[in-house]
């Protein structure tokens, strides 16, 4: 389609223009405390073994605590992080508005133990980028945990039915979650 929009290609000479999209379905997958548990061990042991770096640990440690997306974590520079306020103030986020991910004294310690080598707090190869992919290293630590069927969003969707398991309100959740509302 691409081709055809910048004249590389004859219009309606796609060969992909009738093959339908395969459509996986909706599943929600909730880890209960134990397989939080195993998650963390996993994270940890991936790390221990050198398979995945400090950073993207650290990444998937924060997604796990935090409940945040991974492109809000991978996009958190040093400058957002309030320590006192125990927040991280991101600019922009999915939502195109200022997100306020809010930081337990397990998240805090995650970002104290982070090595600081450039602007943002999970740092990519590259100085000053981000890290890339914290899907790759979540399917290293899964296998380590055991948590095949597990997915990287489910991290964030374990933190909300275990805030709801906790009594905290939905409303609540929604916020911590950056929701709109």
């Not at 707090?121 to 095949?148: M, Q």
């Not at 374990?158 to 905290?168: I, P, T, W």
Request: charged residues 25%; aromatic residues 4%.
């Amino acid at each position: 389609s691409f081709a055809e929009d910048v004249g590389l290609r004859p219009q309606q000479t796609n060969p992909c223009r009738r093959v339908e999209m395969f459509r996986e379905g909706k599943r929600e997958r909730f880890m209960d405390e134990a397989e939080i548990g195993r998650a963390a061990e996993g994270i940890a042991a991936a790390e221990r073994a050198g398979r995945i770096g400090p950073h993207a640990a650290a990444g998937l440690r924060l997604a796990l605590l935090t409940g945040a997306r991974s492109g809000e974590i991978k996009a958190a520079k040093w400058a957002h992080v309030d320590f006192d306020r125990r927040v991280i103030r991101l600019p922009d986020s999915k939502t195109n508005e200022p997100r306020t991910i809010h930081l337990s004294e397990a998240a805090l310690a995650v970002l104290k133990s982070v090595p600081r080598v450039g602007t943002y707090v999970i740092a990519g190869a590259i100085k000053n980028e981000p890290h890339k992919n914290l899907t790759r290293s979540w399917a290293v630590a899964r296998t380590f945990a055991g948590l095949g069927d597990v997915r990287l969003h489910d991290l964030r969707l374990s933190y909300a039915s275990l805030a709801v398991s906790r009594g905290v309100s939905l409303p609540i959740i929604g916020k911590l979650l950056g929701h709109k509302v």
